[in-house]
T-cell receptor, first 117, second 111 residues
Framework: ETGVTQSPTHLIKTRGQQVTLRCSSQ?????VSWYQQALGQGPQFIFQ???????GRGNFPPRFSGLQFPNYSSELNVNALELDDSALYLC????????????????FGAGSRLTVL | GEDVEQSLFLSVREGDSSVINCTYT??????LYWYKQEPGAGLQLLTY???NMDMKQDQRLTVLLNKKDKHLSLRIADTQTGDSAIYFC???????????WGAGTKLIIKP
């Protein structure tokens, strides 16, 4: 059973550029969530994808967008990068039933560290 | 609004028990979680508790929940150097699609 893998592990961009981060879900999982973790803080929820559709969104502007593919892998895209977007971006997969009841047990990848200059 | 708070640091001696505390504000929390983060690694789920329970034990870990005071704690018995990490408390609400996280408590082990 493979875990959650994210790529790239580190990247540096400049303000105004665009970035795409990738995530492969753990085998058997059908839901992907993305979180932003700034230095010294807890993760902040960006959005969640279930059945290839955005299922919920945190307080992030529309320049943060995502995709989920039929194999449950996912991408996070950020346009018009700002300095404050510098953070560790965490992908987490989970297995959710249709009713979304029960504990939301997330399996996290090691993250993609983005630096915006 | 939703808020989860933790103290930033905890220092304990090897072999002692560690108690990491967390408070939350939203009374509609359904589950509460403890995650561990080591340098360069992802967040690892340690344990979780349903909001209608008041205690859960799993080997060296004991979780206590006081729903009236909105207070959650994680006790680690016989703390070892391998327990050095940042511990995050998180809650999920009725909507259950996101977790709300504290800022994490860094556990420092003294020899």
């Amino acid at each position: 059973e493979t875990g959650v893998t994210q790529s790239p592990t580190h990247l540096i961009k400049t303000r105004g550029q665009q970035v795409t981060l990738r995530c492969s879900s753990q085998s058997g999982h059908n839901t992907v969530s993305w979180y932003q973790q700034a230095l010294g803080q807890g993760p902040q929820f960006i959005f969640q994808y279930y059945r290839e559709e955005e299922n919920g969104r945190g307080n992030f502007p529309p320049r943060f967008s995502g995709l989920q593919f039929p194999n449950y892998s996912s991408e996070l895209n950020v346009n018009a990068l700002e300095l404050d977007d510098s953070a560790l971006y965490l992908c987490a997969s989970s297995l959710r039933g249709q009713g979304f009841s029960g504990a939301n047990v997330l399996t996290f990848g090691a993250g993609s560290r983005l630096t915006v200059l | 609004g939703e808020d989860v708070e933790q103290s930033l640091f905890l220092s304990v001696r090897e072999g002692d028990s560690s108690v990491i505390n967390c408070t939350y504000t939203d009374s509609s929390s359904t589950y509460l979680y403890w995650y561990k983060q080591e340098p360069g690694a992802g967040l690892q789920l340690l344990t979780y508790i349903f909001s209608n329970m008041d205690m859960k034990q799993d080997q060296r870990l004991t979780v206590l929940l006081n729903k009236k005071d909105k207070h959650l704690s994680l006790r680690i018995a016989d703390t070892q150097t391998g327990d050095s990490a940042i511990y995050f408390c998180a809650e999920s609400l009725d909507s259950n699609y996101q977790l709300i996280w504290g800022a994490g408590t860094k556990l420092i082990i003294k020899p």
